[in-house]
C-alpha cells in the first residue's frame, strides 16, 4: 500500500499534481526499472537526485543496479569549487555506495536551451548514459528554467528508443502546469526512507535552493513523508 503526504495541498493546489497523486497508481522500484539493470539520474542541481529519487536510488541499488548521476549546474565559477559537489558525494554515499557521479560544471541559471550550445552538451552526456539503462530526467513542467533545459538537454542525449522517467521535484507544487499522464507514486520500503533522510543531512546548502510554498524545512519533510512521483513514457 502507497503511502500518502502528510502536508495536505491547500484549496489553491486542489487542481495541482499533489492533489492528482492521491489517485495516481502506486508502482515498486522493481516495475520502474524493469529489465534495466542501470540507473542514469540527470539533475539541474546537486540535491535533487536525494530530494526527489532518493528512495529510487537506493532501493535500485540494494538490487545491484548499477548507477551514475549526471549533475548539469554548479553554482561557483571554475576554478572556485561548489560545496554542493562534495555535499552530493556524501549524500551519494549514503544512497548507493558505488554510485558514480558526473559533475558537468555547467553555470546555473544558464543553461543552453537550443541551437549549437544545446546539441554540444547533449553530445557530452551522452557517453555518460549507457544505452540500456533507465534514464531519470526533471519534468518538462518544473517551474524553473535550468530543470526545464535540463530536461530538454536530457532527451536530446538519449539513444534511440531508450526508457526514460521523469521525476517531480518544485514541479509538484505548481497550479498551473496540466497534471501529466502516467503519474506514479513509488512505494518504497522503509528501510530507503531512513536513508534517504539520512542523504538529505549531507545537502548543508540545498534548503536555500528552494523557492517554493511551503517554507524550505518543510518542503524537505514533506519530500521525505510523501512517496516519490515519477511520470511514464
Known amino acids: 500500500m502507497s503511502r500518502r503526504f502528510s502536508i495536505p495541498p491547500t484549496d489553491a493546489q486542489a487542481d495541482g499534481l499533489l492533489r492528482a497523486a492521491h489517485d495516481a497508481l502506486s508502482i515498486t522500484a522493481t516495475e520502474l526499472l524493469g529489465r534495466a539493470c542501470q540507473l542514469v539520474c540527470i539533475v539541474a542541481r546537486g540535491g535533487d537526485e536525494t530530494l526527489a529519487c532518493g528512495a529510487l536510488l537506493h532501493t535500485a541499488g540494494r538490487a545491484g543496479a548499477g548507477i551514475d548521476v549526471i549533475c548539469l549546474t554548479q553554482d561557483a565559477a571554475p576554478p572556485l569549487n561548489d560545496?554542493?559537489?562534495e555535499e552530493t558525494a556524501q549524500a551519494l554515499s549514503r544512497l548507493a555506495p558505488e554510485a558514480r557521479l558526473h559533475w558537468i560544471g555547467e553555470t546555473?541559471?544558464?543553461?543552453?536551451?537550443?541551437?549549437?550550445p544545446a546539441a554540444r552538451l547533449a553530445a557530452r552526456l551522452r557517453p555518460l548514459i549507457p544505452a540500456q539503462a533507465l534514464v531519470l530526467l526533471p519534468w518538462e513542467g518544473e517551474p524553473l528554467v535550468d530543470l526545464q533545459r535540463g530536461h530538454h538537454l536530457g532527451r536530446a542525449a538519449l539513444h534511440d528508443e531508450q526508457r526514460a522517467l521523469?521525476?517531480?521535484?518544485?514541479?509538484?507544487?505548481?497550479?498551473?502546469a496540466a497534471v501529466p499522464h502516467g503519474l506514479r507514486l513509488l512505494t518504497a520500503p522503509p528501510l530507503s526512507i531512513a536513508a534517504k533522510r539520512r542523504a538529505m543531512g549531507a545537502h548543508l546548502s540545498r534548503s536555500a535552493d528552494l523557492d517554493a510554498d511551503p517554507a524550505p524545512a518543510l518542503m524537505i519533510e514533506h519530500f521525505l513523508q510523501h512517496p516519490e512521483l515519477y511520470i511514464l513514457g
Open 83 to 85: 560545496p554542493k559537489q
Open 166 to 176: 521523469c521525476y517531480a521535484v518544485e514541479g509538484r507544487f505548481r497550479t498551473e
Open 108 to 116: 546555473a541559471g544558464d543553461l543552453p536551451a537550443r541551437g549549437r
